[in-house]
């Protein structure tokens, strides 16, 4: 199974950007996934986690009103949509996922066993 991100690139200061994930080699339903990213000399961070049935959905304070995490089962995608987006928010993204028959929701990436590659978002001022 392999998570293909898409979707970054360079945008100025208060445009959008939607990233996408999506799951090919295997057809499954993840439990949870969870949106990550991590900027130079900075640790990785969470920004959004989504459960199975994408009923519950949580934000990392910097991302709230701003971004909005979705998933499409359907299709094994999940989606980042970012909003006015800022400087600081800078940084390779990555969505990861989580082998779970459960509704629960996961906030620490070594809870993920399944990554994508990440993609590069670029705010310009």
């Known amino acids: 199974v392999q998570l293909q991100a898409s979707g970054g690139g360079l945008v100025q200061a208060g445009d959008s950007l939607r990233l996408s994930c999506a799951v090919s080699g295997r057809t499954l339903t993840f439990g949870g996934w969870g949106w990550f990213r991590q900027a130079p000399g900075k640790e990785r961070e969470v920004v959004g986690v989504?459960?199975?049935?994408?009923?519950?959905?949580e934000y990392a304070s910097s991302a709230k009103g701003r971004f909005t995490i979705s998933r499409d089962n359907a299709k094994n995608t999940a989606y980042l949509h970012m909003n006015n987006l800022k400087p600081d928010d800078t940084a390779v993204y990555f969505c990861?996922?989580?082998?779970?028959?459960?509704?629960?929701?996961?906030?620490?990436?070594?809870?993920?066993?399944?990554w994508g590659q990440g993609t590069q978002v670029t705010v310009s001022s």
């Open positions: 989504i459960s199975r049935a994408g009923t519950r959905r």
């Open positions: 990861a996922a989580r082998r779970s028959v459960t509704g629960s929701v996961y906030y620490t990436a070594d809870q993920y066993d399944n």
